[in-house]
């Protein structure tokens, strides 16, 4: 198993600035994944955080609004930039264990936006 | 592309009796399929998951989930529900290859006593 601990929980942003979430996994891991959920809805895929390469961005998520960084195996980034009020969601950051079957998360960051 | 159908957002069993909570997917090639839970204020966590083999998975709490290929569907199932039970469950199919999941819309499962 992973533990995933993603920082910080929550925060409570101004409309226009930038917020970086950090994602630590206890153990070496090959694909960590952020993803938004809107609160009681799915989770959408933003990105494959790529190991000393540039993220991959799903369709509708462009790498200016929400930069990337995973620089080594157990680490990662999320920045959401220049924040609006739609950008208020919970972002959570997940991995694949041993065997990259099952996903593993993180205990989110509820992002509210005013 | 790959897609997880949830055709329900809510459905409601009272304690003591069986539940099932449907999931139908799209993909191209052999799918991994996945059920996630998410309690209250509490981080998703994993149920069971389907690769190959047995069509019938058992998972955690009493869990277990048939994959039918004919009709690409994998419901979550569980004999005898309880009120702890209540929660939020995806359903989520993985591309082998990038290794990224598409998740259903999601079901809430209340149990009433």
């Known amino acids: 198993s992973a533990v995933i601990s993603q920082k910080p929980s929550r925060d409570i942003c101004q409309r226009g600035t930038s917020l970086t979430i950090q994602c630590q996994v206890d153990?070496?891991?090959?694909?960590m994944f952020w993803y938004r959920q809107q609160p009681g809805q799915s989770l959408t895929l933003i990105a494959t955080a790529n190991q000393g390469s540039e993220a991959t961005y799903e369709s509708g998520f462009v790498i200016d609004k929400f930069p990337i960084s995973r620089p080594n195996l157990t680490f990662s980034t999320l920045t959401v930039s220049n924040m609006s009020p739609e950008d208020s969601s919970i972002y959570l950051c997940?991995?694949?264990?041993?065997?990259?079957?099952?996903?593993?998360f993180g205990s989110g960051t509820q992002l509210s936006v005013l | 592309a790959q897609s997880v159908a949830q055709p329900e957002d809510q459905v409601n069993v009272a304690e003591g009796n069986p539940l099932t909570v449907k999931c139908t997917y799209s993909v191209s090639g052999n799918p991994y399929l996945f059920w996630y839970v998410q309690y209250p204020n509490r981080g998703l966590q994993f149920l069971l998951k389907?690769?190959?083999?047995?069509?019938l998975v058992k998972g955690s709490y009493g869990f277990e989930a048939e994959f039918n290929k004919s009709q690409t569907s994998f419901h979550l199932k569980k004999p005898s529900a309880l009120v702890s039970d209540s929660a939020l469950y995806f359903c989520?199919?993985?591309?082998?290859?990038?290794?990224?999941?598409?998740f259903g819309d999601g079901t809430t499962l209340t149990v009433k006593p």
């Open positions: 389907y690769i190959t083999g047995d069509n």
């Open positions: 153990s070496q891991v090959t694909m």
């Open positions: 997940s991995v694949t264990g041993t065997g990259n079957e099952k996903l593993f």
């Open positions: 989520a199919v993985r591309d082998t290859n990038a290794g990224k999941s598409t």
